[in-house]
């Protein structure tokens, strides 16, 4: 008879080993963002242990809940997550953008005007400047959002003028399309970092967050800055 136990004592040391491989692995110029989504604080813990301190969450409820666990409270005792930093990565609803607007690192995922409205809002209501993302729609999936390559140069307008005052774009996000064609995958990818390197040059931008589990390689050789990955160190979802 096989004996599952309990979730911590089960990934003990996994995850870490996993972070271990993976760090050593992505390029030291690539950030990595691990995403825990779905996981317990208890893998979020094992992973800062490592070394990881990005971590990326797509629900603004755990994103939250996890926050309140787990950071380094500058007044309280438990500062034993000092330097850790969340990531909102998915899809973002406006009239949540306030539970998130304390306290997140950067949003990766902005793909309306109206959202910038809104988190520049509630950062102004924080006194603080929020770093974002831009998403770009690269992957042929109806389903994946963002914006247009072509909206950029007239969104990038307004975010150099007046209307955001409280937003900082530090670049662009993208995800591809879900399949097994990997050309398919870096010529949408290539597209994203022309995108970067137009827009980003003479802005100073840092970041270009593409690929994820089952494309991070691709994203790398096509420039990306920053991946994101949940399931090749934390397990399935
Ligand atoms: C879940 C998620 C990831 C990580 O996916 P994996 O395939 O588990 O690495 C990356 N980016 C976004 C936006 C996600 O929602």
Request: with cysteine; proline share 3%.
């Amino acid at each position: 008879m096989i004996l599952v136990p309990p979730y911590d004592l089960w990934c003990m040391g996994t995850i870490a080993k996993a972070w271990n491989e993976l760090r050593a692995e992505v390029p030291d110029h690539v950030s990595l963002v691990a995403v825990s989504k779905t996981k317990p604080n208890e893998a979020v813990v094992e992973a800062y242990g490592a070394g990881a301190r990005m971590f990326g969450e797509n629900r603004v409820q755990e994103l939250v809940g996890k926050h309140e666990n787990l950071t380094h409270h500058d007044s309280g005792r438990t500062d034993e997550f000092e330097g850790l930093e969340w990531h909102q990565i998915g899809t973002l609803q406006r009239n949540k953008v306030k539970y998130i607007a304390p306290f997140v690192h950067l949003i990766h995922a902005v793909d309306q005007p109206s959202l910038l409205d809104e988190i520049n809002k509630r950062a102004a209501s924080h006194g603080r400047k929020q770093n974002v993302l831009l998403q770009v729609h690269i992957a042929e999936e109806q389903s994946k959002f963002g914006f247009a390559s072509a909206e950029l140069p007239q969104l990038l307008e307004q975010l150099d003028g007046d209307r955001w005052p409280n937003v900082e774009a530090l670049g662009l996000m993208g995800m591809a399309t879900f399949t097994s064609d990997e050309a398919q995958v870096a010529r949408e990818f290539s597209g994203l970092r022309k995108d970067f390197d137009a827009h980003g040059r003479q802005r100073n931008w840092t970041t270009l967050s593409m690929g994820m589990s089952g494309d991070w390689r691709i994203a790398v050789a096509e420039g990306s800055t920053m991946v994101r990955i949940g399931s090749s160190i934390f397990g399935q979802r």
